[in-house]
């Protein structure tokens, strides 16, 4: 099992901040609308930079990606690297691996339910149901929305599901926490030049959580 | 076979379930040891829509208040009261 690793959270700042410089600068007219998606496609963006490469965060790049919508701002921030980015996470290797997985899965599954099948055609008699395929029926079920949640966890089961979980709560609540501070930041920067006092605690915290988090 | 691979990670899946008991704030409520799977799983999802919900609501605050900002100001002070903290 892979180890947390820390959230980089200046990494996150610095993302975030060229995202929201580059929402701000599209020259067109911009709605309310669409400036608060290009923010919050920043905000997803930093978040994966952050966290590195794992599962969820491939999976998430490669869904925003895929929007039409998002490709303007996407090119604004990324410059550059837009288009090798782009073409490694629309032919992501890591979905092939488990895709193999998947398939072997589903194979030992066929097999027991045309077993299960066959079993259930003779009327009268009792079913004789494999105690692993309803558990992994059971199990299937209760994940079904915490799959729809997790970025790529659709192909993903059992542990690895509950570790990139896992993962994915650790981030979005560090890209919450940073984005409140963020918030707080603005605030305060657009009334007036009053010291950060308050949120200096709050800061610390963040920083004692991070150094938890990497001692894990 | 699947009985040998279950048997390895059951360990592995232990410390995950108390890893997110600890990290889910309704789950700390309740005893962890009576916290049974499903419940688990479900606060794990209520919480995850939460933080997401609380992404959305933010990145609104943050393009009401960056809509009536002038940029490199802004850039500037930001990160100035940041990296002072």
Redesign the interface.
Same mark, same amino acid.
Request: glycine letters at 2%; hydrophobic letters at 45%; one cysteine or more.
């Given at each position: 099992?892979h180890v947390t690793k820390e959230f980089k959270k200046k990494t996150f %700042?610095k993302q975030l &901040?060229l995202g929201?410089?580059v #929402?701000? #600068?599209i020259s067109n007219p911009i709605s309310?609308q669409q400036?608060?998606?290009? !923010?919050?496609l920043s905000?997803?963006l930093a978040m994966a930079f952050a966290r590195g490469r794992t599962h969820w965060t491939h999976a998430l790049i490669t869904k925003l990606g895929q929007k039409e919508e998002n490709k303007s701002t996407l090119k604004g921030i990324l410059g550059r690297r837009y288009e090798i980015l782009m073409a490694r996470y629309s032919c992501p290797l890591l979905y092939q691996k488990v895709q193999r997985r998947k398939k072997s899965v589903t194979s030992y599954r066929f097999s027991y339910n045309a077993q299960k099948r066959r079993s259930s055609a003779l009327k009268g008699s009792c079913v004789r149901v494999s105690p $692993?395929v309803v558990a992994r029926n059971l199990e299937n079920r209760?994940?079904k929305?915490?799959k729809r949640?997790?970025p790529g966890g659709e192909f993903l089961n059992?542990?690895s599901l509950?570790?990139e979980? %896992?993962d994915?709560? !650790?981030s &979005?609540?560090a890209?919450?926490d940073m984005?409140?501070?963020?918030?707080r930041?603005? @605030?305060? $920067?657009?009334s007036s030049n009053v010291e %950060?006092v308050p949120?200096?605690p709050l800061?610390k915290k963040d920083a004692s959580c991070t150094i938890a988090n990497s001692e894990e | 076979m699947?009985r040998r691979r279950s048997r390895i990670?059951e360990e592995?899946?232990n410390?995950?379930?108390s890893? &997110?008991q600890s990290?889910?704030p309704e789950s700390r409520r309740c005893g962890s040891n009576r916290a049974s799977?499903?419940k688990l &799983?479900k606060e794990?999802?209520n919480? !995850?829509?939460s933080? @997401?919900r609380?992404? *959305?609501d933010?990145? *609104?605050?943050? $393009? *009401?208040?960056?809509?009536?900002?002038d940029?490199n100001s802004?850039?500037a *002070?930001? !990160?100035r009261? %940041?990296l #002072?903290?």
């Open positions: 099992m %700042l &901040l929201l410089h #929402s701000n #600068s309310i400036r608060k998606n290009s !923010i919050k905000a997803d $692993s209760r994940t929305v915490l949640l997790v059992g542990s509950l570790s979980a %896992l994915y709560v !650790i &979005l609540k890209q919450v984005m409140k501070s963020l918030w930041a603005t @605030q305060v $920067s657009s %950060l949120s200096a800061q | 699947s990670s592995e899946i410390e995950l379930i890893k &997110l990290l889910v799977a499903t &799983l794990t999802c919480y !995850i829509k933080l @997401q609380e992404v *959305d933010l990145s *609104d605050r943050l $393009s *009401d208040l960056m809509a009536g900002m940029n802004a850039q *002070d930001i !990160i009261s %940041l #002072s903290s």
